[in-house]
Structures are given as C-alpha cells and as structure tokens.
C-alpha cells in the first residue's frame, strides 16, 4: 500500500500541473471556440505541443504549499505565508487578482486577516491538493487547515468551502482503485458531509450546489457545463454575454461544481478526463488544475501517459516534491 500511495501522491500533484498547463491556452475562451480549433485534441497537442509550455500561478502556488508542509512538517501558518511570499519570485504566471493583491499585502508585514481579500475567486481551491494529501488520513485537520490556508488570501465564505471539499474529495480519492471503481454516493457523502450544516448562507448554497450536480451527471459535458458555468454567481459578478454557453466562472462555487462535473463524467482514463477538463472554457486551466488533482488521486502516476508527465515543465522537480511530501507524511502518519 505504501509505495501506491506514493503513485497517488505524485498523481496528485502532476495532475495538477497537466490539467493546468493544457488549459492555460484555453483560459478565457468560450468551450464552442475551442472546439473550433480542432476535431481530435490528442492529435491538436501532439502536432501543437509548443503551446503547451507552461503552466500557471495554479501549479506555482500548489507547489509552494508543498513546500510549506514539508519545510513545516506539517500545517504551519508562517511557513505558508513565506512561500507564498516566495511565489511573487517566482515570477507569478496568470495570477488571479485575489490572490496577488492580498499576497503582496503580506509581503508588506500585513497581518493576514488584513491582507486578505474579499475575493470569493477559485485562487484558493486550486492550490489545496497538498493539504488534501497529507492530511488525508485525519479528516479534522484537513477541514481546519483548509480553511486556515484559505483564509489567508481570501476572507470570502466561497473560497474556504471551495478548498475544504476538494481537500476531502483528493482524500476520499486516494485509496480507490480506479480498476474496481468507487461508489459516486460514497464520494458524494463525503464531500457534501464536510460543508453541510454551517449555519453560513454561502457553505449552503455550495451543498444545493453539489446536490444539483448530483442530480445531473447523466447530462452530456456541453449541457452540464452550460448549467453550472456560473453557479453561485451573484451580480455584478455575472458575465451576461455568456450566459447560456460554456464558459466557467472562476468563482469558487461554479469552477468545483464544473471540475467535479467533467471527473465523474470521465472517469474511463485519466487521459480522456483531463482533454475534457483542460478544454472546458472560460477558467480552462484551473479546472483543469482542480479536476486534474482528482483525476491524478484516482488514477495515479502510473496511469498518467508519460508524454503528459514529459510535457510538464520541471516535471523531475515535481515528482521528487510530491516524493518528499510524501515521506514527511510517512513519518507522520
Ligand atoms: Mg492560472
């Protein structure tokens, strides 16, 4: 079981990176234009492969939180706030207002629940996979560290509720086998359980939100993503012109909603699930960062086509990370 855990740890963390790094060229396109660049998207990529060349602030801060708990053996505030701090070198690639504000805030000395933003944006959610991973195994401190590592940027209900259902459905994911399957109403449990009842108004629509979603996986990918593209949107957040079509919000609610959508939708092979997740529309590569972080959980490394891994930028550096997370978790639990 160890050394499968491992597989799923660097699943994890690569799907991160693939899913982002081919829906980077996507981000802010309508599904139907993107569509319109091609028939197959494998045979696409293989004869565009130079477009796919890098990823984005996603796997930049995912990254970092890594580093966090490894350096921190474990959730410490301080130790996030340094790396995050340490994003702003890198240098941030697409980065989400939310995230950059509040960040170079605390680069200032500002006290995080000053610094943060009220921003109810996915720029959260899509750096949470780490957390889900090493605190896998104790459900309570994945929910307290979630928030806490969300809160520091985003101050919005949305943004934590985000990052606290992905955390357990990487968790949840994680000792599945992905040849014998997994029971959606398990998954669904899992994930819903873990924001229900908050007495907060917008943890509540997120849970009809999952409900809604579970009512409807039988629709085929366009006319689900036309449903949620913009769940939980409140105005003057709306995007008008694109009601109707395909095109994912990148607040938290509508990005998960979508992403957890395309996962259930394609769970026959990590490859078909990411071409989908990557090609969404609108916040293309943070859903597929989000979804990416699912599918990797499920599938494994093992299961991930070396091309996809090979086509990562500083692919070796994030195997041998997701590595020593691992081992630091070991050691934990
Ligand atoms: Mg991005």
New binding site residues.
């Given amino acids: 079981m160890g050394k499968d855990l491992l597989d799923k740890f660097q699943g994890c963390l690569l799907g991160v990176a693939i899913g982002?790094t081919l829906g980077?060229p996507f981000?802010g396109k309508l599904r139907s234009q993107i569509y319109s660049y091609f028939e197959d998207f494998n045979e696409f990529l293989q004869k565009n492969k130079d477009i796919f060349r890098t990823y984005?602030?996603?796997t930049q801060l995912t990254l970092h939180t890594a580093e966090a708990l490894i350096k921190g053996d474990g959730f410490k505030l301080e130790y996030l706030i340094d790396e995050y701090i340490n994003w702003l070198d890198d240098p941030p690639?697409?980065p989400?207002y939310g995230c950059i504000s509040s960040i170079r805030n605390l680069k200032l000395g500002i006290p995080w629940k000053e610094a943060a933003s009220n921003s109810g944006g996915n720029g959260t959610t899509?750096r949470i996979a780490p957390i889900g991973l090493y605190y896998s195994k104790d459900f309570k401190a994945l929910k307290t560290n979630a928030i806490k590592s969300s809160l520091i940027t985003h101050s919005h209900p949305a943004a934590s509720a985000g990052a606290v259902v992905i955390a357990n459905a990487i968790a949840f994911l994680l000792d599945k086998n992905p040849e014998s399957g997994f029971s959606i109403e398990n998954f669904f449990q899992i994930i819903t359980n873990s924001i229900a009842n908050s007495q907060n108004e917008i943890w509540e629509e997120f849970v009809k939100n999952l409900n809604k979603l579970k009512s409807n996986l039988n629709r085929p990918i366009e006319s689900g993503l036309i449903k949620f593209s913009q769940a939980g949107v409140k105005s003057p957040y709306f995007i008008e012109q694109y009601l109707g079509q395909a095109f994912v919000h990148p607040y938290t609610i509508s990005t998960v909603i979508c992403a957890i959508f395309i996962f259930l939708n394609k769970l026959t092979s990590f490859k078909e699930c990411i071409y989908e997740l990557a090609t969404a529309g609108g916040d293309s590569?943070?859903v597929g960062?989000i979804g990416g972080s699912l599918a990797g959980s499920y599938f494994g490394i093992q299961n991930i086509p070396p091309d996809l891994i090979k086509l990562v930028k500083n692919y070796k550096k994030i195997l041998k990370l997701s590595e020593d997370l691992y081992k630091s978790f070991k050691l934990k639990y």
Avoid: L, W
Wanted: aromatic letters at 0%; zero cysteines.
């Fill in positions: 982002d980077h981000e984005t602030d996603d690639i697409g989400g899509m590569d943070t960062a």
